[in-house]
């Protein structure tokens, strides 16, 4: 009953392509996860008054702020510039991540 490469003897051929291509891409997203996990962003706002730089995992690991935006009478902005910068740094990393994604999984995203 097994003919035409059905079930019983083995895997068809295409199916038997499709299991070698999944493994393939799950390597490489393995191999990504941990380019991003070593990977840094940095971002910065208020014309480089607040810098901000992020982990490929979404930590941030460093800020860094100009002195001279520094204004007891307006802390408000600085809070904001610096939620601005830590915002921008992790879109960048989730534009990398989407990025890596995509190379790797080719056109199947619309599949699932």
Sequence with gaps: MA???GFPGG???NMGNLMKQAQKMQK???EA???MQ???FTASAGGNAVEATVSGT???TKIKIDPEVVDPDDVEMLEDLIVAA???AMDKADE???QKVSQITGGLNGLF
């Design 3 to 5: 003919r035409n490469g």
């Design 11 to 13: 895997m068809p051929g």
């Design 28 to 30: 490489q997203m393995e």
């Design 33 to 35: 996860q941990e380019q």
């Design 38 to 40: 070593s990977a840094t």
């Design 58 to 60: 979404k930590e941030v």
């Design 86 to 88: 830590v915002n921008a």
């Design 96 to 98: 990398v991540s989407q």
